[in-house]
Every structure is written in C-alpha cells, then in structure tokens.
C-alpha cells in the first residue's frame, strides 16, 4: 500500500514538473515571439511614404509671413545706424554686417538713401558666378565720371580693353578737392559662392584698399573671417564689424542652385524649352519678356513641342516650381521671365547643356 502511494505522490510530481515546465515554455515563447513581431512592426525609412514635391512646394508658399510686423520693424530700427556707417565710410573704413537673416534689403534702403550723392556698385555674391572685371570696369567709369567728368583732363577713360591691373590703378588715383572723394562698393553675401575663393578674395581686398574706394558687405557663414588673413582685415578691408540680424529669409541666395536642381528633374524636351526662352531672355535684355505666340513659334520650329496644349503644360510645370515668371507688356501680351540675373542664367544655361 505504501509503495502504491509513493508511486502515485512521484506520478503527481511528474505530472505538475511537466506543466511547470509547459507553462515555463510558453511564457518564454510567448516573450520571443512578441518581441520579434515588434521588431518586425517597428518603421523603416523605405516603409515612408516621401511627400510630394509639389504639394510640399504649394504647402510652403501657402504660409503666412511669421513676424512681418516685428521684423518691419526691427529693419526701420537699423535706419539709426545709418549716420554711423557713413561715417566708417569717409573715415576710409569698411562696414561689414552679419546676423541672422538676409541683409539685401537693409544694405540697399542704406544705399539708397545715405548714397544718393555717391556712385554705388552692387555685387551680388550668392549668385553662382561674379564677373570680377566688369565689376571694377563699373567702379572705374563711375569714379572717372566724378573725378574728371566736370573738367578738362588728359586722363583716359577706362574701358574693357584694358586689365584688371590698369583698372584698380585708376581708382588709387588722388581725387580733387571740389568733388566726392570716394564711390561705393556694395557687396550681398561677401562669402557666397562666387566670391570665397582665394583670388576673388584678394582681388576684393585690393579694391577695398583702393583710395577712391569704400567698401559695406554682408556675410552669412559663421566661418566667414576664415577667408581673409591679418593683412587682408586690417589694411585692405579695415572692418568695422556691425551685428544687425534681420530674420529675413534668404530665398535669392538658393534661386539658380534650386532651379538647376528642378529643371535637371524635367524631360529632356522641357529643358529644351526653358533652353529657348532663357536664350531670348538674354538676346533681347530690354524686352519686358518673350512673348507667348513667339515662344510657341519657336519651340515649333525647333520640333519641341507638337501643339499649344504641349507648351502650356511645360509652362504650367515651369510656374508651379517658379522657374518662369508670366508679365503683360505694353501691348496686353502676355510675356515670359526667367526671374535671373543674366549672369546666373548664362550659369545656368552652361550647367545643362
């Protein structure tokens, strides 16, 4: 009897060993098989679906101007600095702003109105490409046409046949003293990309340094004073540094990079297209634009486009990503603008042929 019992009490425990084990079993199953689904579950980059560029594009250029106000103001506050850096200027000194925020607006309301008894020249360096030369014929025919235009010289005129060299020698000239003793210089984004090389570096510090020259530029990178050494800042540009952050946005900066980016994503024949309006642009530069009948009989011509409706929906595609701006002219025509300076929109002809 005793053996029959102990051999029932070692069944039981056999019994419930085997069920702890079972339970144990699917517990820990139970974990793996959770933790691997939420491995499985959790997102991946190529799961997201990415948002449409033109609904991105739309979305952005439908949102209201944060701050306009503020800013409106904060800009008409930086008018009272406006004696002060005239006064760097004719003390042979360079102004020099940075902060946050595009400073385009805020250096040309100054030029326009503390320069007006002045020459100016402005250089736009966030473009993708500066003629350097044509810059300093400019200065040099302005300085020519304060210093000597009023009275009888034997100085030559400056013109394009003759170097860079013989150019900034002409604005170290002595002025006279019935006239203003210096023109302007105006430089948006000193360090953008057309401009922060060595060689444009050292020619801006040579015209800084010339004595018929005064110099107000902005920067943008944090790393900015990196282009210049001790030479450059204290004898040549001599700056007078100035912290005046706009908050402005700087969509001008990003224009031909942008839309070099967008037309390489068009077919072949909208390139095409955008090709033969750039190249009217830039043959007719006092045209208001390329009118629409004009644009259609060229692209006809040149077996671009089969029909009307063809042109439209490149036109419509152009618009929408701002590549082409639509205008009246004095007829009531409607025309068609590449909103680019001439020298970014040769740029960009080069980048996609």
């Known amino acids: 009897m005793a053996e029959a019992e102990g051999a029932i009490g070692t069944g039981v425990e056999s019994e419930l060993d085997e069920e702890d084990f079972a339970f144990s079993r699917s517990y820990f199953l139970a974990k793996e098989t959770g933790g691997a689904s939420k491995r499985k579950s959790a997102p991946k ?16 250029s439908g949102l209201p101007v944060k701050h306009g106000k503020e800013i409106k103001t904060l800009l008409n506050s930086y008018k009272d600095l406006y004696p002060e850096w005239l ?3 004719r003390c042979c000194l360079g102004v020099l702003t940075y902060g946050f925020g595009s400073k385009k607006t805020l250096l040309e309301d100054f030029a326009t109105s503390s320069l007006t008894n002045l020459g100016a020249v402005v250089i736009n360096g966030y473009l993708p490409s500066v003629n350097l030369k044509q810059v300093v014929l400019a200065l040099a025919e302005l300085w020519w046409a304060q210093s000597h235009g009023r009275r009888r010289s034997s100085a030559r005129e400056p013109s394009g046949a003759q170097s860079m060299e013989d150019l900034i020698s002409s604005l ?16 948006h984004n000193i360090d953008g990309p057309a401009l922060r090389d060595t060689e444009s570096q050292r020619y ?9 020259v ?13 282009l210049w050494d001790k030479k450059m800042v204290h004898r040549e540009f001599r700056w007078c540094w100035h912290h005046v952050p706009t908050f402005e946005p700087g969509h001008a900066a990003q224009t031909a990079r942008t839309a070099l980016t967008v037309l390489q994503s068009l077919t072949p024949n909208a390139q095409s297209v955008f090709k033969a309006l750039a190249e009217y642009q830039l043959a007719h530069p006092k045209e208001e634009g390329m009118p629409g009948n004009a644009l259609y009989g060229m692209c006809r011509e040149r077996f671009l486009v089969s029909s009307l409706v063809t042109l439209k929906s490149h036109l419509a595609e152009f618009k929408d990503h701002d590549l082409v701006k639509v205008r009246r002219n004095s007829e009531g025509q409607e025309c068609y603008h590449v909103p ?7 740029k960009l002809l080069q980048e996609l042929n």
Do not use: W, Y
């Open 45 to 60: 980059v190529s799961d997201i679906n990415p948002v449409d560029e033109q609904v991105l594009r739309t979305t952005l």
């Open 87 to 89: 006064f760097e200027l």
């Open 172 to 187: 170290d000239e002595k002025p006279t003293k019935d006239v203003e003793s210096f023109v302007c210089l105006v430089v």
């Open 204 to 212: 801006l510090g040579r015209i800084a340094a010339c004595s018929a």
């Open 214 to 226: 005064r110099m107000i530029a902005s920067v943008d990178h944090v790393n900015a004073p990196l």
């Open 340 to 346: 680019l300076a001439d020298d970014a929109l040769e």
